[in-house]
């Protein structure tokens, strides 16, 4: 067992074998978790030593040097090819030393010698027959290779020599069939390029007499137009030449799918891979078509493995899907712990391939001692073969806020602040929403949510807020794209999220309002392993917004130096400027030392803002991306300025110092 064989060249009548050797290297411990993995490296074990004894018995090796690079791996191509291209120039020489030892050997073992020889021919002598008129005695051999150079030049149907031996010379008689006049060129079966842009290739071997070899080369010139563009299975179908007119007839197949094929699904059902492929019966495969519906089945999330391929039957092109399902009947746990609600487990119970039609169906819990939620879902991705998307929701939430007042014992101190609590009330939240959206070529998304709660508002601690219950009915237009790269510490992209919610539809006890925000946030590599994230948001609500659809300021990821809710409002304004830097040493995990200066303020009406209002905060931490999501600790201040102190404006509030373990729920 061999991949590279050899011995089987050497059994079909190869005089010199060109071996390349792209075998693998063994994979490391940490490239070994999948069960194919581990049967990819017992195979390669296996065939170490058979590859090692074909390569001794090849007569030249060519290796590309492509280092730890898997044939598995199917990133860098580029490079790949160009290691490839390099390691078969290295050897060229070597191929050519090897061919001249084999003629030379041939050489050496001719008997036959032509004394004197004297070419006859109505045309002029080709370059390969001149050399040889003037020399003494010409070999069986070398006239065997003029005739097989003449014809290999391309310029002759037909190469023949015929030797008379004669007393003192040799008469060689030299029979050649041109080939006839190339007038005009004509395509049959070309839709999607011009006519004119084929024939180009063709314009300087016309009136000439046909030549195979720059024939053949503009044909390949005609394939590689059809490449470019885009349309890989175009083949030349056939060639017609019309000797009475010298028209040549060249008609090319562009690769047209006939039909198309599913092989390895179980559970899902053939439309929901079809219409993620812009490839349909009867239309030309182009194969950025291929590689865009490759990635949106992917994008799906129901395959592990999704393979394209094209086999000829009958004639035509069949376009073959396999596809590998993965599991979707799923359970996951989760864990969120931090200084504000401290742990909070969550468990989803799912099925991501309802009925085999793509759509998920599942129930969640998670929170802890101040939040809690139960929620049920049905959601689609595609409607049909439509591009919408659907979300039906059911749920249960609690949440506690902490209310916050400012310190009284300071209020003589005008150089120092604190926001003590005060009070805790409990929101209650029963209700289900409906969403319908589109996707933004899977980069975001354009939705529409009707919503339809009831809330109940109850004190837990003191008063901070009168006991109330109401109804909310409302639509929400939102739009976001997210361009992110990578998730929870990307270097590069952009989220951008809006949303514009009001109550055009009311129920009885309903409450209405409207309310807008903003939220955009960039993210620049400045320097390999640094990156800069600029973020703002903006939420803007009428007076009649009620205390649970306010806006929040305050926490480890809003505003450093403010608790969870320390301050809440129907107008709010945060900008914020971070800098993240990925250490090049990992402790565990992969570690990002971050810095971050907050700026903003939150009001309850339009009237109340001011510029002075705004407060600053700064905050340095240390980030791990864990399995369990993003463990972040960090120590943020929060400060303003005094218009009434001149000397010494800044105002300092108290340290506050911030955890938090695992993915937001």
Not at 366 to 375: A, D, I, P, V
Request: glycine share 8%; charged share 25%.
């Amino acid at each position: 067992m061999s991949n590279i064989p050899v011995d089987v060249a050497r059994q079909w009548g190869a005089d010199v074998v060109v071996a390349v050797d792209l075998t693998s290297p063994l994979r490391p411990p940490s490239k070994l978790n999948a069960p194919w993995e581990f049967a990819d490296q017992l195979m390669g074990i296996m065939m170490q030593e058979s590859n090692k004894r074909a390569l001794t018995q090849a007569d030249i090796v060519i290796k590309p040097e492509l280092g730890n690079h898997l044939s598995s791996d199917f990133t860098n191509l580029d490079w790949v090819i160009r290691q490839g291209e390099e390691a078969s120039d290295s050897t060229i020489g070597e191929i050519l030393m090897k061919h001249r030892a084999r003629q030379e050997a041939q050489k050496a073992g001719e008997s036959t010698e032509f004394r004197n020889p004297r070419f006859l021919s109505p045309f002029d002598l080709p370059p390969e027959l001149k050399q040889l008129e003037s020399r003494p005695s010409v070999s069986e051999s070398e006239l065997q290779a003029s005739v097989t150079s003449m014809y290999q030049s391309g310029s002759y149907e037909s190469v023949e020599l015929v030797v008379h031996k004669e007393l003192e010379s040799t008469a060689v008689e030299v029979r050649t069939v041109p080939h006839p006049v190339l007038k005009n060129v004509q395509f049959v079966g070309n839709y999607h390029l011009p006519v004119d842009s084929l024939r180009y290739f063709f314009l300087p071997l016309l009136g000439k007499r046909i030549n195979c070899q720059e024939t053949r080369n503009a044909l390949e010139h005609v394939l590689a137009a059809y490449r470019k563009s885009g349309y890989s299975l175009a083949d030349i179908q056939k060639v017609d030449f019309d000797r009475s007119n010298g028209v040549a007839e060249i008609t090319v197949d562009e690769g047209i799918i006939s039909r198309k094929e599913i092989e390895g699904t179980v559970e899902t059902r053939d439309y929901v891979i079809w219409r993620e492929l812009p490839v349909h019966d009867g239309h030309v495969l182009q194969i950025h078509n291929v590689a865009q519906g490759i990635r949106n089945v992917y994008g799906t999330g129901l395959f592990e493995q999704v393979l394209v391929s094209v086999k000829r039957q009958d004639g035509q092109n069949v376009l073959v899907i396999k596809a590998r399902e993965r599991s979707t009947d799923l359970i996951r746990l989760g864990l969120r712990i931090d200084n504000e609600r401290n742990v909070q487990p969550s468990i989803d119970v799912r099925d991501e391939n309802l009925l085999g039609i793509g759509a998920e169906l599942g129930v969640r819990f998670f929170g802890g001692s101040r939040n809690r939620s139960f929620l049920a879902e049905f959601k689609a991705t595609r409607i049909f073969d439509s591009y919408l998307t659907m979300n039906l929701r059911g749920y249960s939430a609690i949440r506690d806020i902490n209310v916050y007042g400012d310190d009284a014992s300071l209020a003589g101190d005008l150089l120092r602040w604190d926001r003590l609590r005060v009070g805790e009330y409990r929101e209650l939240r029963v209700g289900g929403s409906l969403s319908v959206g589109t996707q933004l070529e899977r980069l975001g998304s354009v939705t529409i949510e009707g919503r339809l709660e009831n809330h109940r508002i109850s004190n837990i601690f003191n008063q901070p807020v009168q006991n109330e219950q109401y109804k909310i009915s409302s639509i929400k237009f939102g739009t976001m794209v997210d361009t992110q790269n990578k998730f929870p510490y990307p270097n590069d992209g952009a989220l951008l999220k809006f949303t514009y919610e009001t109550a055009l539809v009311k129920v009885t006890d309903a409450i209405g309002f409207t309310k807008m925000s903003f939220e955009y946030e960039k993210y620049q590599t400045l320097f390999p392993r640094h990156v800069l994230r600029p973020k703002i948001t903006i939420g803007v609500a009428d007076e009649t917004t009620p205390l649970t659809e306010e806006f929040s300021m305050g926490g480890q990821q809003s505003f450093f130096g403010l608790r969870e809710d320390n301050a809440r409002g129907r107008q709010m304004i945060v900008a914020s400027l971070e800098y993240t830097y990925q250490s090049p040493f990992s402790l565990f995990f992969d570690t990002y030392l971050k810095a971050r200066y907050d700026l903003g303020a939150i009001w309850d009406t339009p009237e109340q803002m001011r510029i002075v209002d705004f407060l600053h905060g700064i905050g340095i931490g240390v980030a791990f991306d864990t399995p369990i999501g993003s463990a972040e600790f960090s120590i943020g201040r929060s400060f303003f300025f005094r218009k009434e102190i001149l000397d010494n404006p800044l105002s300092l509030g108290p340290f506050v110092a911030y955890f938090s373990i695992g993915y937001p729920l």
